[in-house]
């Protein structure tokens, strides 16, 4: 009965052993590949947050995006891909965040203007009613 129960056991066992030992060479394998669908995403990002305004109205954020990404690019450069693909994600995430910090600023700006407008032309109503 001992036995039954030790083959059942390692029958178990020895797919987790293989899963585990997959996960491994899978993490070494990504590890060891340039991260060039990350870096087409990124470079994708910060162009997408220039075009919206993000140096002028998300300085901060715009700045650590390209900072971070000129670091993944020379990661990069030295084969150290992990750090790269890192450095590329981070680079990305904070280009969305300047993008949509801009896109919020110039709709800020758009009510701003409207609001603007609607006294403009209500001062002139009032002025006409006079």
Excluded at 16 to 34: F, R, S
Aim: aromatic share 4%; net charge neutral.
């Amino acid at each position: 009965m001992n036995k039954a129960v030790a083959t059942h056991a390692s029958r178990f066992q020895l797919p987790k052993l293989a899963a585990i030992a997959l996960g491994g060479l899978l993490l070494t394998a990504c590890a060891g590949n340039p991260p060039t669908e990350q870096f087409a995403v990124t470079e994708s990002a910060v162009r997408s947050a220039v075009s919206a305004g993000g140096p002028e109205y998300a300085a901060v954020e715009m700045r650590a995006a390209q900072e971070k990404w000129k670091e993944a690019e020379l990661a990069m450069q030295k084969e150290n891909y992990e750090q790269a693909r890192k450095l590329a994600e981070q680079a990305e995430w904070d280009a969305r965040v300047a993008e949509r910090k801009a896109e919020a600023a110039k709709a800020q700006k758009a009510v701003e203007d409207a609001q603007q407008g609607i006294r403009e032309l209500r001062e002139e109503g009032m002025r006409n009613v006079r």
